[in-house]
């Protein structure tokens, strides 16, 4: 009887990690560190009781290789984890705008561009620096102060 149990717990929780790939519920996941290694550890010493040391070996290396793989993650995450910010289409349009003018005031200021990737991505973190500048983590200019006059 108690092995109907084990083996029923041991496919739930097989389906929840299966279900924890899928899932963008924290929950889950919580759950799956949790439940993991407290059943591998139960699954181990239940092995163990029943005298049979050969069928706690892989329970065992399993359990290792989970320690194992949450503490790889922990050494690799990134310290400090970065938000990503959505821009709405008016701090593009007037990012843009920004960036046109500030190019016909002084267009030696800019290099030249040969539409290769690195030209966008130089383009594209200029205009995010813009609109960075003017969030409200910073606050020091509003866009509309930005904007020069046409000098003629």
Same mark, same amino acid.
């Given at each position: 009887?108690?092995?109907?149990? &084990? ?68 050494? &690799? ?76």
């Amino acid at each position: 009887m108690i092995e109907i149990i &084990n083996n029923c717990f041991g496919s739930f929780l097989i389906a929840l990690v299966i279900y924890a790939f899928f899932s963008k519920r924290q929950w889950v996941d919580f759950a799956v560190l949790g439940l993991t290694p407290l059943y591998l550890i139960y699954l181990i010493g239940f092995k163990l009781g029943t005298g049979d040391l050969s069928a706690a070996i892989i329970p065992f290396v399993v359990l290792l290789a989970y320690i194992g793989t949450i503490i790889w993650k922990i050494k &690799n995450a990134p310290e400090d984890p970065q938000e990503l910010r959505s821009y709405t289409r008016d701090e593009l349009i007037t990012a843009k705008k920004i960036y046109d003018q500030n190019y016909l005031a002084d267009p030696e200021g800019f290099e030249e561009t040969k539409g290769t990737y690195e030209d966008a991505q130089v383009t594209i973190d200029y205009l995010l620096g813009i609109i960075d500048a003017d969030s409200e983590k910073f606050k020091k200019i509003r866009y509309e102060s930005k904007l020069q006059p046409a000098e003629s």
